[in-house]
């Protein structure tokens, strides 16, 4: 877990600095920890302008939308869907 932890870290870094940066997908049986290292990544790099925005499943349509609407905000936004199970 450390080695991915510290993947998702650096990636999350690029991400900030405007650097090329990957999405992401943490998956995992429930209670793993994927929420918790989403939540210390943003409380870590909070003062560097990263946000967190949670969409729930059903909403997952309204995407282009959100997206469009941060795209001129100063902040980068980490848009997070805590269970895509179908």
Excluded: M, Y
């Excluded at 991915?4 to 870094?13: G, M, V």
């Amino acid at each position: 877990v450390d080695r991915q932890r510290d993947q998702l870290a650096r990636n999350t870094r690029q991400f900030i600095d405007g650097l090329p940066a990957n999405h992401a997908l943490l998956w995992g049986s429930r209670g793993t920890g994927k929420s918790s290292l989403v939540r210390a990544l943003l409380a870590e790099n909070h003062k560097d302008g990263l946000r967190l925005i949670e969409i729930e499943r059903d909403h997952l349509g309204d995407l282009p939308r959100v997206v469009e609407q941060l795209q001129t905000l100063p902040q980068r936004f980490v848009l997070f869907c805590d269970d895509l199970s179908f």
